[in-house]
């Protein structure tokens, strides 16, 4: 990043505006191996910088893909412009937003680069053990991944920050056959926030999770598509968090709420189970580091964590400094940008659904006739809260008894009514970390969330 000091820019804010300027820098790097063979060898890094100014209700944005001091001036010019030029002509007649108080933040880590090399041996060693471990299996995939976002954020008014996102996965997937010939997958994740030397010291670190992951593999290769229905089930941490994030949480972020989300008429309403609450959490839940830590956005408003459902009322959305005004609520940070050319827009950062006090065991036990699912490999949901998620893992629940494997499936349902039914909730949270949201700009996001038992539609075959 340029040693051009963005402090020193403020000086040529617009008076009477709301001004933010952003430097920033993404790198991606991706190995990928199929059966052995390199299929994929990425390398990548953006960087530029961007301002943003609001003025009478309208923002104007400009963003150059240069980290100098002269592209510093020329889009804050360049911002201005496009602010006074949009308030002349669909000005809303709104002055400045609410000042937030002064404050500096450095959250920022030295991120060491790791040679490509490094990805690629890495990879190989990961292949060749589970090629000689497991050799019945149809095919193999092994992707080392590791991107991290650097930001560097100056404003006319709140906090100004510098910060980074590392985060580095191994992403597993094996493949097996069912005695009548047909191709069964699994897939897991390693990894987590941080950069790839600190996170994966020896290809060794990986061996347990393939282990586990052949075992389960193997069972579900012997396994049997669940029957089509309206059951009892109990998902697992990893669907709690997707439903969290999916089916409730985008209905929650305040600019799909103005949208006209299915939250739009439920504030201070019942929308789940006395048991439900659920927070999009800033840096820390339960004592411990979250994730994907935020705190600061891209709009200087320090992180702090947004109460969205509580013992089953929904009692807030997610927000930008804009959106917040709007409803009378209290920004939380939720402003984010994935690369230097965006715009910030209200985002989720690490959305979960609060632990409760029932044991997994019991959950299990409870069950007459039901599924546990437990992996899925895709969901989409709409602003309706209407959802339908991929299943790729789980087993029957048969008398209070795990039974055999499960084939993939299908479950849907409408997120407020579905939570509705949960009548327990495990004790234990599960986070995923691993993915991007894909709300019009890829985002890293964290999810999370305990067991739930509950009532949902399974597709069945």
Same mark, same amino acid.
């Given at each position: ?92 007649? @709104? ?8 404050? @500096? ?15 690629? #041996? ?104 669940? #029957? ?32 006209g989300s299915v939250a739009a008429h439920s504030l201070g309403k019942r929308v789940a189970s006395e048991k439900i609450t659920m927070v999009d959490f800033a840096?820390?839940?339960?004592? #411990? ?21 509580q013992e089953g009322i929904l009692t807030g959305y997610m927000n930008s400094r804009e959106t917040a005004e709007h409803f009378g609520m209290t920004p939380t ?86 939570? @509705? ?41």
């Amino acid at each position: 990043m340029t040693d051009c000091l963005l402090t020193e820019k403020k000086a040529l804010f617009s008076d009477g505006a709301n001004t933010e300027l952003r430097l920033q820098r993404n790198r991606n790097r991706r190995v990928s191996f199929l059966n052995g063979n390199p299929v994929g060898n990425v390398r990548t890094e953006t960087k530029g910088v961007s301002a943003r100014v609001y003025a009478d209700g309208v923002y104007g944005f400009a963003s150059m893909a240069e980290d100098s001091c002269e592209a510093v001036e020329s889009v804050l010019r360049a911002a201005s412009e496009n602010a006074a030029f949009l308030s002349r002509h669909a000005g809303r007649g @709104k002055g400045m937003l609410p000042p937030l108080a002064p404050g @500096k933040l450095d959250t920022a880590l030295a991120l060491n680069d790791v040679e490509q090399r490094r990805y690629i #041996e890495y990879a190989k060693e990961v292949d060749e053990y589970i090629k000689k471990t497991y050799p019945d299996l149809l095919s193999r995939s092994v992707v080392l991944s590791a991107d991290s976002i650097e930001k560097q954020i100056v404003v006319s008014n709140g906090t100004d920050s510098c910060s980074s996102l590392p985060r580095s996965y191994v992403y597993l997937f094996l493949t097996g056959e069912t005695k009548d010939g047909r191709p069964v997958e699994l897939f897991d994740v390693v990894g987590g926030f941080g950069t790839f030397d600190v996170n994966f010291k020896s290809p060794a670190d990986c061996f347990p999770t393939v282990d586990k992951l052949y075992r389960r593999l193997r069972e579900k290769c012997e396994g049997v598509y669940p #029957e089509a229905g309206e059951k009892t089930v109990i998902l697992g941490g990893i669907l709690s968090g997707m439903l969290a994030h999916e089916a409730v949480g985008h209905t929650v972020e305040a600019d799909l709420v103005l949208a006209g989300s299915v939250a739009a008429h439920s504030l201070g309403k019942r929308v789940a189970s006395e048991k439900i609450t659920m927070v999009d959490f800033a840096h820390t839940a339960l004592g #411990e580091r979250v994730p994907l830590p935020i705190y600061s956005d891209d709009e200087g408003t320090p992180a702090t964590d947004a109460m969205l459902i509580q013992e089953g009322i929904l009692t807030g959305y997610m927000n930008s400094r804009e959106t917040a005004e709007h409803f009378g609520m209290t920004p939380t940070g939720n402003a984010r940008a994935f690369l230097f050319s965006d715009e910030p827009l209200i985002r989720m950062r690490n959305t979960a659904i609060l632990p409760g006090s029932d044991k997994l065991e019991e959950m299990i036990a409870s069950v007459e006739d039901g599924y546990y699912f437990l992996d899925t490999n895709n969901g989409q949901a709409d602003t309706t809260g209407e959802f339908m998620f991929g299943v790729t893992g789980g087993y029957e629940i048969k008398k209070g008894k795990l039974g055999r494997a499960i084939l993939d499936t299908t479950i849907s349902g409408v997120a407020f009514e579905m939570l @509705k039914t949960v009548d327990m909730v495990s004790d234990r949270m599960v986070w995923a970390s691993s993915g991007m949201c894909g709300k019009k700009q890829p985002m890293p996001v964290g999810m999370g969330g305990p067991a739930l038992r509950c009532r949902v539609t399974v597709g069945g075959r």
